[in-house]
């Protein structure tokens, strides 16, 4: 979410898991009454009897808070990768690096540890506020800022939140790495000047001045596609037609040139008979099929706060259609998800840095 209210909350210890197998391997038992219909069943479902994992990171002794706002996976590393958007209180307990960070998939553990890919050198040296969508294409990850203005202090405006990066990732001294790091181009190292100015959408008046809680700019999600485009997928403004804006580009190969607009696409509104009427409408992620190209996991959730469901579904950029929309479990605050084996989805919830394991029915 682009607007968020600052807490420093310890992990609590000690809580139950039940059911869910080892990952990248064929997943354990999900939600029995699901597994029949087309959609994704879950392999837990935040209840005391079936808990969902959690993330756990430790620094100096310390049990530190993370809220992963996105999530990529890296299949050559076989590891998941999650990026926090509260810089601020990471930073605030000298763990500025844990900003993005790492963990392993292949066990069933109730608590996951994670481990940063940022040095605390690098995290001084190159700050990352605010980031709400990451996506790595072969060994190099991208991630995004929500491009928003601030919803309750506008002098609190900051080119920070504007930040399109890349990095690459490499292994080093036996531990995965970001290496590398620098702004998508240095020619505009404010993203969001080039995306009202240069990016081919015709932007409204309200939208480029609007907070991110009414008609302005709000990234929420990033994607890489199969041909090696980027997809901006947005939870703020809505289209014309009451869909969710995404927008495919290409980046640079040279300092020297621009991004440009390869295609606007439209999500539709979720309207599906099980799912509630007018509930979730913009998105939160998206990441393309692996090996299918075209074809996305979305998911779709409400664009203020409101307490309304949140969906994951199949997206298909070629048709524009929805299809399998399921919702998460209840209080399930999903932000960022990402392919991790066939047919097998990773789901992250943003404020109780909890996990789960989608199988697409």
Request: net charge negative; hydrophobic share 40%; charged share 25%.
């Amino acid at each position: 979410m682009a607007i968020r209210k600052r807490h420093n909350l310890f992990i609590p210890i000690g809580f139950l898991w039940f059911a869910a197998a080892a990952l990248v391997a064929p997943i354990g038992a999900a939600v029995a009454d699901a597994a029949d219909k087309p959609g994704f069943s879950f392999d837990c479902d935040f209840t005391p009897s079936n808990p969902c994992r959690k993330l756990s990171a430790a620094h100096d002794g310390k049990t530190m808070t993370i809220e992963p706002s996105s999530a990529a996976w890296s299949r050559r590393y076989n590891k998941a990768i999650v990026v926090s958007d509260n810089y601020n209180d990471l930073e605030e307990h000298g763990a500025a690096h844990f900003v993005i960070v790492s963990f392993d998939l292949e066990d069933d553990s109730p608590t996951i540890p994670v481990e940063p890919l940022l040095t605390p050198e690098q995290a001084e040296e190159f700050p990352l506020y605010d980031l709400e969508g990451i996506t790595v294409f072969n060994d190099r990850l991208y991630a995004i800022g929500s491009l928003a203005l601030h919803g309750k202090n506008p002098e609190r405006d900051r080119w920070e939140r504007h930040q399109f990066v890349q990095m690459d990732l490499v292994e080093k001294d036996g531990k995965f790495r970001a290496a590398n790091l620098s702004h998508i181009t240095k020619r505009w190292p404010n993203f969001r000047d080039w995306l009202l100015s240069k990016s081919g959408h015709e932007w409204t008046g309200e939208e480029t001045r609007g907070r991110a809680e009414g008609e302005g700019i709000n990234v929420e999600a990033l994607s890489v596609t199969s041909e090696g485009t980027l997809i901006l997928g947005f939870r703020g403004p809505l289209t014309a037609d009451g869909g969710t804006l995404a927008l495919e580009i290409k980046l640079p190969t040279t300092p020297k040139d621009e991004p440009v607009l390869v295609k606007k696409h439209v999500i539709p509104p979720v309207d599906f008979p099980h799912i509630p009427k007018g509930a979730p409408k913009t998105l939160r992620g998206m990441f393309e099929n692996p090996g299918q190209p075209g074809e996305f996991y979305v998911l779709l959730g409400p664009r203020g706060y409101e307490k309304e469901s949140i969906v994951l579904a199949h997206w298909d950029a070629r048709t524009g259609k929805l299809s399998k929309a399921t919702e998460l479990p209840k209080g399930f605050v999903a932000e960022g998800i990402a392919p991790i084996a066939t047919d097998k989805i990773l789901v992250v919830d943003d404020l109780k840095e909890a996990i789960l394991i989608a199988t697409e029915n």
